[in-house]
């Protein structure tokens, strides 16, 4: 399966931006990168996902560094809502979809 | 709708009981998956199907018995489960192009919290 890496924790000041690191280093040229979080006691939720350029949406921003070796979650601007885990995740094509132990964010006031 | 529905959220079995736990989605997705999550754990994953059959089975015990009677429907059938089965267990769906090549963004459920006595 293939591996991803990230901080088990990290700190943000509310209406602060937050980057949200993630390696990668055996990603391959079909493999997609997925964002996603959960809040607590809810399913996980899509946030965002890529190839090989940046990507932006109404959540969040991604990106992808030009080896696609590493990549960056950004969330603009952290809300008390932003509180989650989040999970870096690669999408191999037809392959299970596995989830690493995820960043946990905690959103200072 | 783009919802993902579990039923029931909560559920208290003894070991020797039989239970369902049920997951619907009507956004015409062909792939279904089950996880099950411990506390303060990520979701592990137990069972894909892809276009109605069964596709991936992650050496789960057989005391988890997967339905997928249409492609809306995915059901997990629990019998003779143990106090360690305990979890929260969540369905998912995403869209496959054709079977066993699902790519895009997954859409969970709130999922079902199972306490096993």
């Known amino acids: 399966d293939a591996k991803t890496t990230q901080p088990n924790s990290m700190e943000s000041n509310e209406e602060e931006p937050v980057h949200l690191p993630c390696n990668h280093s055996?990603?391959?040229?079909?493999?997609?990168i997925h964002w996603y979080r959960q809040l607590p006691s809810q399913g996980p939720e899509y946030v965002i996902h890529?190839?090989?350029s940046n990507v932006n949406n109404r959540m969040a921003s991604l990106a992808i560094a030009e080896d696609r070796k590493s990549s960056t979650l950004i969330l603009h601007r952290a809300t008390l809502r932003d509180a989650a885990v989040y999970y870096c995740?690669?999408?191999?094509?037809?392959?299970?979809?596995?989830f690493g132990p995820g960043t946990r964010l905690s959103v200072l006031p | 709708d783009t919802e993902v529905t579990q039923t029931p959220k909560h559920l208290v079995m003894g070991m020797t009981n039989k239970k369902s736990l049920k997951c619907e989605q009507h956004?015409?997705?062909?792939?279904m998956y089950w996880y099950k999550q411990k506390a303060k754990k990520p979701p592990e994953l137990m069972f894909v199907?892809?276009?109605?059959?069964?596709?991936i089975n992650e050496s789960v015990p057989s005391r988890f018995s997967p339905e997928c009677p249409n492609s809306s429907l995915l059901n997990l059938h629990l019998h003779a489960l143990q106090p360690e089965d305990s979890a929260l267990y969540l369905c998912a769906s995403s869209q496959d192009l054709a079977p066993g090549t699902s790519t895009g963004e997954l859409f969970f459920g709130e999922g079902s919290r199972l306490t096993v006595l």
């Open positions: 890529g190839l090989t």
């Open positions: 956004m015409g997705h062909r792939a």
């Open positions: 199907y892809s276009y109605e059959k069964l596709s």
């Open positions: 055996t990603i391959s040229g079909t493999d997609y």
């Open positions: 995740i690669l999408r191999v094509y037809g392959q299970n979809f596995v």
